[in-house]
C-alpha cells in the first residue's frame, strides 16, 4: 500500500503563518510555496497557493488530464475568479506528484524540487531557471550578509530591490516561471514520468526543506535526507534543516532572504514489486 507522510513548518514571514500549501489525495500530492509579498498587499503568496490548491484538486483526481493542462486550467480559473493580472499578482511555485497502476508523474514549476527514488538511484526533477538567472543586483543583498550584515532593516530593503529587479523577469522568455495569473507559465514547466515498477518513493520539498541538501550542509544527498525521514520521520527532517540556520543566524554562511524559511516536505512511500 503506499503511504503518504508530511511535515510543515512556519518560518520567519510576515504573519507568522506558513505560505507553503500541502495537498494529499488519493492518487496524488503537491506542494505550492506562496511567494511571500515584501510590501502591503491584497492578496499574499500563501493565499494565492491555497486558492490555487483548491483550483487543482478536481484536476488532479480526474482520471486521464494532463498535469500541464490541469495546472493551466487552475491558473486561469484562479485568475479569473479574484480578477488577477499577469505582472501584479502573487505567485505559487508548483510541485506536482501522481500516480496510476502503470506509471508516476512529476510536474515542477519554479524552486520546489520532486525527488523519485528508483531502481537506478535518485532522479531530482528541478526548475533551475530562477537561480539560473543573471540580474544585476538581484543579489546584492546575500554579500552584505556573507560579510556579516545580518537580518536587519537595511537586508530588508536590498532585499525588496532585489525581488523587484527579478520580478521583472517572472514569467518572459529568458527569465524565470512560476504560476501566477498566466496559464501559459504551466506550459514552461519541468515534466518527467517513470513505469511505477520501478519507483521505491518520492519527496516533494518547498525550498525551506531542499535547502537542507542544496545549500546547507544538513544532508549530503537526497538518499540521506529519505533515509533520515523513514527512520524518524518527516519532522526530523525539518528539525535538522532548521537546526542548520540556527546555527547561522546573521546568514553570514549561508546568505538567504529570510533567518528561516517556511518549510514543507511529502514523503511517499510505493509498496514494493516483485
Known amino acids: 500500500m503506499t503511504t503518504v507522510r508530511t511535515a510543515e513548518r512556519a518560518g520567519t514571514g510576515p504573519g507568522g503563518t506558513s505560505e507553503d500549501v500541502v495537498l494529499v489525495l488519493r492518487n496524488a500530492v503537491a506542494v505550492l510555496d506562496g511567494a511571500t509579498s515584501l510590501r502591503p498587499t491584497e492578496y499574499t503568496g500563501g493565499w494565492y497557493a491555497a486558492?490555487?490548491?483548491?483550483?487543482?484538486?478536481?484536476?488532479?483526481?480526474?482520471?486521464?488530464?494532463?498535469?500541464?493542462?490541469?495546472?493551466?486550467?487552475?491558473?486561469?480559473?484562479?485568475?479569473?475568479?479574484h480578477g488577477l493580472r499577469p505582472g501584479s499578482a502573487p505567485s505559487s511555485t508548483v510541485s506536482i506528484l501522481r500516480w496510476n497502476a502503470s506509471s508516476v508523474e512529476a510536474l515542477v514549476l519554479a524552486d520546489s524540487p520532486a525527488v523519485v527514488f528508483t531502481d537506478s538511484g535518485a532522479e531530482v526533477a528541478s526548475d533551475d531557471r530562477?537561480?539560473?538567472?543573471?540580474?544585476?543586483?538581484?543579489?546584492?543583498y546575500r554579500?552584505?550578509?556573507?560579510?556579516?550584515?545580518?537580518?536587519?532593516?537595511?537586508?530588508?530593503?536590498?532585499?525588496?530591490?532585489?525581488?523587484?529587479?527579478?520580478?521583472?523577469?517572472r514569467n518572459v522568455e529568458g527569465g524565470f516561471w512560476v504560476a501566477e495569473a498566466a496559464p501559459v507559465a504551466a506550459h514552461r514547466a519541468v515534466v518527467r514520468s517513470w513505469p511505477r515498477s520501478r519507483v521505491e518513493a518520492a519527496l516533494l520539498a518547498s525550498d525551506g526543506v531542499s535547502c537542507g541538501v542544496?545549500?546547507?550542509?544538513?544532508?549530503?544527498?537526497?538518499?540521506?535526507?529519505?533515509?533520515?525521514?523513514?527512520?524518524?520521520?518527516?519532522?526530523?527532517?525539518?528539525?535538522?534543516?532548521?537546526?542548520a540556520e540556527e546555527s547561522d543566524p546573521d546568514g553570514s554562511r549561508w546568505p538567504r532572504?529570510?533567518?528561516?524559511?517556511?518549510?514543507?516536505?511529502?514523503?511517499?512511500?510505493?509498496?514494493?514489486?516483485?
Do not use: C, M
Open 130 to 140: 530562477l537561480a539560473e538567472l543573471s540580474v544585476p543586483n538581484g543579489g546584492g
Open 143 to 169: 554579500q552584505r550578509l556573507r560579510a556579516g550584515g545580518g537580518f536587519d532593516e537595511l537586508h530588508g530593503r536590498n532585499l525588496r530591490e532585489a525581488v523587484d529587479e527579478t520580478s521583472r523577469w
Open 214 to 243: 542544496e545549500q546547507y550542509d544538513s544532508y549530503p544527498d537526497w538518499p540521506a535526507l529519505l533515509s533520515h525521514a523513514r527512520e524518524r520521520g518527516p519532522q526530523a527532517v525539518l528539525d535538522r534543516v532548521r537546526a
Open 257 to 274: 532572504p529570510k533567518k528561516h524559511d517556511d518549510q514543507a516536505l511529502v514523503v511517499v512511500d510505493f509498496e514494493h514489486h516483485e
Open 51 to 81: 486558492e490555487l490548491a483548491g483550483k487543482l484538486r478536481p484536476r488532479l483526481e480526474a482520471e486521464g488530464a494532463e498535469l500541464t493542462e490541469s495546472l493551466a486550467t487552475a491558473i486561469s480559473e484562479t485568475a479569473t475568479a
